[in-house]
């Protein structure tokens, strides 16, 4: 708002309340007073760049605090297995897709099939580690899982023949169809991750198991923590 609307808007304010003041009290005619006063110097005050509610952020990182770092979640989709469920996912907005579907006709690179797990790779465990997250969420958070991510990253761009899956995992608990959906979010989380950190869409792929592929066939919640997951599969050319 320029300055001189301002002061009309200011001028009609005080016209109103000289109006009005003849019905009510001198002591709730200076209270309204006060109040237009206060908006009127927040108004200047944001005018001039200091609102004191604001802050400046100079990096995105300054959007969580702890260092934490979030999926985004844009579009809620109901979900049913038959089973009564009522509960609602969540679906991540997925960064740029690549160019090629492993194992569609005509591309280059395989079926995941031909994807190896890391392990059985020499030097490869050590950086292609499980991240694993919360009951429910879709949230990479915790130094661990961010030093993960930044070591594949890392790697991946050294290596730019080097092609991942994303594999999303949950626990036992929920609904099948959810559980699916949970798993996306969780193998797109990573995806969009690696992604920011510098790694090309091209060379990353995301899928969900849901529940299908626990690591812990145990029922507790020490088995449960190792279930809910991110694993990586990899294909090098």
């Known amino acids: 708002m320029k300055l001189g609307k301002l002061f009309l808007v200011i001028n009609v304010m005080m016209i109103c309340l000289s109006l009005t003041g003849c019905r009510r009290n001198s002591n709730q005619v200076w209270e309204d007073s006060k109040s237009a006063g206060r908006h009127v110097g927040k108004g200047l005050r944001a005018m001039g760049g200091k609102n004191g509610s604001s802050r400046q952020i100079r990096s995105r990182d300054q959007f969580a605090p702890n260092g934490r770092r979030y999926a985004v979640n844009d579009d809620f989709i109901p979900l049913s297995d038959g089973s009564g469920s009522d509960e609602v996912a969540m679906l991540d907005s997925v960064s740029t897709q690549p160019r090629e579907n492993p194992g569609d006709p005509g591309s280059s690179i395989p079926g995941i099939d031909s994807f190896r797990d890391p392990n059985t790779v020499a030097g490869l465990s050590t950086i292609f580690k499980n991240v694993y997250f919360e009951y429910n969420s879709n949230l990479v958070k915790g130094n661990d899982s961010l030093q993960t991510i930044h070591n594949i990253a890392d790697y991946m761009k050294r290596n730019p023949h080097t092609y991942i899956f994303v594999e999303g995992h949950c ?14 979010r969780r193998s797109n989380a990573v995806r969009n991750l690696l992604i920011s950190e510098g790694v090309s869409p091209d060379n990353i792929f995301s899928i969900s198991y849901g529940k299908e592929r626990p690591l812990v066939l145990e029922h507790h919640d020490e088995a449960w923590s190792k279930n809910r997951r991110a694993e990586f599969k990899i294909y090098q050319r």
């Open 171 to 184: 626990d036992e608990r929920g609904p099948e169809a959810y559980n699916f959906a949970l798993g996306a």
